[in-house]
């Protein structure tokens, strides 16, 4: 009796097996391996889902009674085909767009059909920043786009950024000085498939300092380096103070004008360089070449720097641009001397007890003495007193001028020494002191009291010599 029950529940068990194995619920899959790790397929109920990278899988019917007939899939993306009797091959592309999709295959086999489900997610875009931000020197940044799969493609809203991919996924943004008058942006744009995406970049205004910092010269500073000019020239004119007012004008000539540098061009003796396409304003700095005010005219210069081929960019002394100046050049032209270099104006005053050594055991014999139009000088420098203010006696406001640092209008040239407010309007001609504050912002290298004028030239030389003198060359 016990045995009859047992070949009965052994017959229902092998029934049931074999209703379960015609109806192709019981499967195997085996998956291709995928090239790219983390990325490929999963499947779970018959469904096979994809990464954006794409891949192939196979499907395995579930015994060696059910041979394939026939397979077929609803959608064009996906590639199924038969590998042998009882196999399928299951192939989907990469996934450039941000939208996953799904589709169905079809396996017919003698014993019935058997639906699989197919999907694949969508693909992304990551940026490591969407914003940038840049002061106004010109510069590079970074930054990452990452794709799960796809090549990205990049542009830019201007010309004034470009971006280069350095290595994989890694760019860089390369932008310019921003010599406008306002902050700028612009937009890096990325894409790949349907997936847009964009990096904001604002690169700041110069701030007052900067414009400085540049040497390099929007129109509005270019504005107020010849207001700067014209009211010290009126508030000499009002102190009845031709020396002075001479002098800048000369200096003025030599400051003013503009020109743009078709190639690189190092500066003599210093760090500094002109670049290619930039602006530039007033007389290079150089030695041994061309000198403005006594060979050739500002608009000389104007016309050889348009040139590439011309003496200004190939001089026969490589000190610098073809055409400019230097200190000596500078503070003979201004002054009406002969072209004089800053040697011989020792040799020819330090015998005539005109000069004075700036220290503070004689300070007050300094600015007694000290006049529009005197040089001071140190071994190797001299330095133009561009106009001189009193009181009575006591100097109120000095103007000291140079050529050393890339061009005479460099603000580094540029140095404004005053008391008190009513001076430095007086100095300018009684413009507003709002006026005169925004002019020395935008112009001055140096401000100060005149003490510190004095202190400024009580420290040792370039050539280690304690003090500088001070020649009272107009007298």
């Not at 103007?399 to 640092?405: A, D, F, H, T």
């Amino acid at each position: 009796m016990k045995q009859r029950i047992t070949k009965t529940v052994l017959s229902v068990l092998t029934a049931l097996c074999l209703l379960v194995s015609s109806l192709g619920l019981a499967q195997a899959q085996t998956l291709t391996g995928n090239a790219i790790v983390k990325q490929g397929v999963t499947v779970s109920n018959n469904t096979y889902t994809f990464d954006p990278v794409g891949g192939t899988a196979t499907y395995t019917t579930p015994s060696k009674a059910w041979e394939i007939k026939s397979v077929s899939a609803n959608a064009t993306w996906i590639t199924a085909m038969k590998k042998s009797s009882r196999s399928v091959t299951i192939t989907v592309p990469k996934n450039e767009n941000a939208s996953g999709r799904s589709g169905k295959v079809t396996v017919v086999c003698n014993k019935g059909a058997q639906t699989l489900t197919v999907k694949q997610t969508g693909n992304t875009l990551t940026l490591s920043d969407t914003t940038i931000d840049a002061s106004s020197f010109a510069g590079s940044k970074p930054f990452t786009a990452t794709p799960i799969v796809g090549k990205v493609t990049v542009s830019t809203s201007t010309d004034w950024l470009t971006v280069t991919k350095t290595s994989g996924n890694n760019y860089e943004v390369t932008f310019p000085d921003n010599l406008t008058e306002k902050d700028r942006t612009a937009l890096i744009s990325l894409s790949v498939g349907s997936i847009k995406k964009t990096i904001k970049v604002t690169q700041k205004k110069p701030t007052t300092q900067e414009q400085k910092d540049h040497d390099l010269w929007p129109s509005t500073r270019e504005t107020k380096l010849k207001a700067f000019y014209d009211n010290l020239i009126k508030g000499a004119n009002n102190r009845g103070d031709k020396v002075a007012s001479n002098a800048l004008s000369k200096a003025k000539t030599l400051s003013t004008f503009s020109w743009t540098c078709l190639k690189d061009i190092k500066c003599y003796l210093h760090n500094d360089s002109f670049t290619a396409g930039h602006k530039y304003v007033g007389a290079p700095y150089q030695q041994y070449n061309t000198y403005l005010g006594f060979d050739a005219t500002p608009q000389d210069l104007i016309n050889n720097a348009k040139n590439i081929n011309s003496s200004f960019y190939n001089p026969e002394s490589k000190t610098g641009p073809g055409y400019g100046t230097d200190c000596s050049g500078f503070a003979a032209y201004c002054i009406g001397f002969g072209h004089i270099d800053s040697g011989t104006f020792y040799e020819k005053y330090k015998d005539e007890e005109k000069h004075v050594l700036i220290s503070e055991n004689n300070k007050a014999d300094v600015l007694k003495k000290i006049s529009s139009g005197d040089v001071i000088w140190r071994s190797k420098h001299v330095y133009l007193v561009a106009s001189v203010l009193r009181d009575g006696n006591t100097v109120k406001a000095i103007v000291i001028l140079e050529s050393r640092n890339l061009t005479t209008a460099s603000a580094r040239n540029i140095h404004v020494y005053y008391d008190d407010d009513a001076s430095l309007r007086k100095l300018f001609g009684n413009i507003s002191l709002s006026d005169c504050k925004t002019i020395l912002d935008y112009v001055v290298g140096n401000t100060g009291t005149i003490d510190r004028f004095i202190k400024s030239f009580d420290k040792t030389g370039d050539d280690n010599t304690p003090n500088r003198n001070l020649l009272d060359v107009n007298k």
